[in-house]
């Protein structure tokens, strides 16, 4: 299995600030042949199933604001909150999709407000 | 817009069969994988298995002795059975759709229920 690894575990970012979470992989993600990083991230609040942010480690899913942005390649990847909303307080996590079908997450970021 | 929930017994006795329902409401189940993950309090996503609208199915290997994902195009739905619980096997359960290739890539998932709680106890 590919063992996902985020870091922090928590964080606390004040309203406005930026948060940044990293993700790294035990082994490339990178597919050689299309160039493609089979990297996703999704966030989940309090009570509420996870919803994908981003895939291809940088492609914003449909509706997704432009302050969430996703930057990295191979084993090492990050999310960043460009000015943290108060909305945003939530349970991160990174999910791999390179090792298809045993695909596998993160332990989990948790974001707070400062 | 795509909807999905999760039914089934809350509560499992040690040594049973879980079995869990999602029914798809919204949207065609055919042309996609399907979808189970788990997570326990407190804990991280576990991605327990899917299976595909013609009955193709895929497992995580630390489980795959003890699921099974079935689908029922007619009734929209699919299920899981996970047998010999045990205490770690109590989690929420979801089902999920995976994009399928379709509008993104195959191993996104789009679309989630809201979770069913199973503890497992006596």
Redesign the interface.
């Known amino acids: 299995d590919i063992v996902m690894t985020q870091s922090p575990d928590s964080l606390a970012v004040s309203l406005g600030e930026r948060a940044t979470i990293n993700c790294k992989s035990s082994q490339s993600v990178l597919y050689s042949s299309n160039n493609k990083n089979y990297l996703a991230w999704y966030q989940q609040k309090p009570g509420q199933p996870p919803k994908v942010l981003i895939y291809w480690a940088s492609t914003r899913e449909s509706g997704v604001p432009d302050r969430f942005s996703g930057s990295g390649s191979g084993t090492d990847f990050t999310l960043t909150i460009s000015s943290l909303q108060a909305e945003d307080v939530a349970v991160y996590y990174c999910q791999q999709y390179y090792s298809t079908p045993q695909y596998t997450f993160g332990q989990g970021t948790k974001l707070e407000i400062k | 817009q795509v909807q999905l929930q999760e039914s089934g017994p809350g509560l499992v006795k040690p040594s049973e069969t879980l079995s869990l329902t999602c029914t798809v409401s919204g949207g065609s189940i055919t042309n996609y ?1 399907w979808i189970w993950i788990r997570q326990p309090a407190g ?5 327990i298995g ?1 299976m595909y609208s013609s009955g193709s199915t ?1 497992y ?2 630390s489980l795959k002795s003890r699921v099974t994902v079935s689908v029922d195009t007619s009734t929209n739905q699919f299920s899981l059975r996970l047998s010999s619980v045990t205490a770690a096997d109590t989690a929420l359960y ?1 089902c ?1 759709r995976d994009c399928s290739g379709v509008r ?7 679309y ?4 069913i709680l199973v503890t497992v106890s006596s």
């Not at chain 2, 993104?104 to 789009?110: H, T, V, Y």
Request: aromatic share 22%; glycine share 18%.
């Open positions: 994988y804990k991280g996503l576990e991605w899917r895929n995580n290997p979801y999920a993104c890539p195959i191993g996104i998932f789009d989630w229920g809201q979770g």
